[in-house]
């Protein structure tokens, strides 16, 4: 019966002081509702990450995007990408010493910003992921793409998360 009461007692404090999963909160204290379109930036780093983000934020969010060439708008919603960098350094060598194993990372950070005043930051976030040596050049650079690919859908969807979760 103690032990009941003790779990049924952490439940409740648990419940009470507003702790949830990653990614299972909301966004209301985020996304103002009377917000009409969102507007990405990326202020350094690959436009193959803003592409994607881009993609994300607008089925979450359920926004129009904004063009830079669209009217003015004091309802706009702004993103910015910060300090969004791709790196790849060698993590495993042969016995002659070539590399054969690299790890990629991206990572940045994102802040939201509505009538010039800041929402919501991420932090900064990093992905990781590894390169198999295992062919020419072109063979490393085309794996090397393609893992890319796949943490730049990772990294927007971690900082989702975190935003979805208030954290």
């Not at 009409?36 to 930036?41: G, S, T």
């Amino acid at each position: 019966m103690m032990r009941w009461l003790t779990g049924a007692a952490c439940a409740l404090i648990l419940s009470a002081c507003g702790y949830h999963l990653v990614g299972q909160g909301g966004i209301s204290n985020v996304v103002p509702k009377d917000a009409v379109a969102l507007q990405v930036q990326i202020l350094s780093g690959d436009d193959a990450l803003l592409a994607v983000a881009e993609k994300s934020l607008v089925q979450r969010m359920a926004l129009p995007l904004f063009k830079k060439n669209d009217e003015s708008k004091d309802a706009v919603l702004h993103i910015y990408i910060e300090h969004a960098q791709e790196s790849m350094r060698a993590t495993s060598f042969d016995g002659s010493g070539v590399a054969n194993q690299y790890r990629l990372t991206i990572s940045g950070r994102m802040r939201v910003l509505y009538q010039d005043k800041e929402r919501w930051q991420s932090g900064v976030v990093a992905v990781q992921g590894d390169v198999f040596a295992t062919g020419g050049a072109v063979v490393i650079e085309a794996q090397r793409e393609s893992v890319a690919k796949s943490l730049r859908t990772q990294w927007i969807q971690q900082v989702l998360q975190r935003m979805y979760s208030g954290f």
